[in-house]
Nanobody
């Protein structure tokens, strides 16, 4: 019903920057929340940052380890979310997953995930 397609991952040196993009398509009535999670080898998936639309206002939150280094933004007209990551560290290395909480119709909807994009921070 709903597909999320990510792009923008890759290899970057410590201190570098990357911008991840995610576009949602399919049966979308509205999107409440879009965001990014990540999973490093041997670790659980964790929230990186998310943005929630409520009463025409966007609310953002992010995990403490990335505060001040990432900016999440949304283009509601394009059903897209972006994650600008700066001052990247080796510990940011992970597969990054796009997430969306989508309303697909009256009283229906769910959580959707992208296929993941690899971010590797290494010299």
């Amino acid at each position: 019903q709903v597909q999320l397609v990510e792009s923008g991952g890759g290899l970057v040196q410590p201190g570098g920057s990357l911008r991840l993009s995610c576009a949602a398509s399919g049966r979308i009535f509205s999107i409440n929340t879009m965001g990014w999670y990540r999973q490093a080898p041997g670790k659980e998936r964790e929230l990186v940052a998310r943005i929630t639309s409520r009463d025409s206002t966007n609310y953002t939150d992010s995990t403490d380890s990335v505060k001040g280094r990432v900016t999440i933004s949304i283009d509601s007209a394009k059903n897209s979310v972006y994650l600008q990551m700066n001052s990247l560290k080796p510990e940011d290395t992970a597969v990054y997953y796009c997430y969306a909480m989508v309303i697909t119709g009256w009283g229906t909807g769910g959580d959707y995930w992208g296929q993941g994009t690899q971010v590797t921070v290494s010299s």
